[in-house]
Nanobody, 122 residues
Framework: HVQLVESGGGSVEAGGSLRLSCAAS????????MAWFRQAPGKEREGVAV????????YYPDSVKGRFTISQDNAKNIVYLQMNSLKPEDTAMYYC????????????????WGQGTQVTVS
């Protein structure tokens, strides 16, 4: 069965960097896109990056554009999220997600989810 496992979260000072990893197992070749979402306490889940696996195109919302970069290692079935210039408002649980179809960066379109990894910026 499909499994997504995130790693790389932690605590960092404002201005610092972290790299999150999402390892996909099961049938990762069937995913048309993979994404990262985040959710802070009391807030809705927000998409922060998506990569369309066949062509490699990416999309970021303005809140993270220029600071976050999503990339994929197809040989290892891993998707990364490089986060630079982190701000306290980036503090959240970060989730990896995958979709069989090419969908926009909206949580409802993604069928598979990881358990999340916490990022805290102080």
């Amino acid at each position: 069965h499909v499994q997504l496992v995130e790693s790389g979260g932690g605590s960092v000072e404002a201005g610092g960097s972290l790299r999150l990893s999402c390892a996909a197992s099961g049938y990762p070749y069937m995913f048309h896109c993979m994404a990262w979402f985040r959710q802070a306490p009391g807030k809705e889940r927000e998409g922060v990056a998506v990569i369309y696996t066949k062509g490699g195109s990416t999309y970021y919302p303005d809140s993270v554009k220029g600071r976050f970069t999503i990339s994929q290692d197809n040989a290892k079935n891993i998707v990364y999220l490089q986060m630079n210039s982190l701000k306290p408002e980036d503090t959240a649980m970060y989730y990896c997600a995958a979709a069989v179809k090419g969908v926009p960066l909206v949580a409802g379109g993604f069928e598979y989810w990881g358990q999340g990894t916490q990022v805290t910026v102080s």
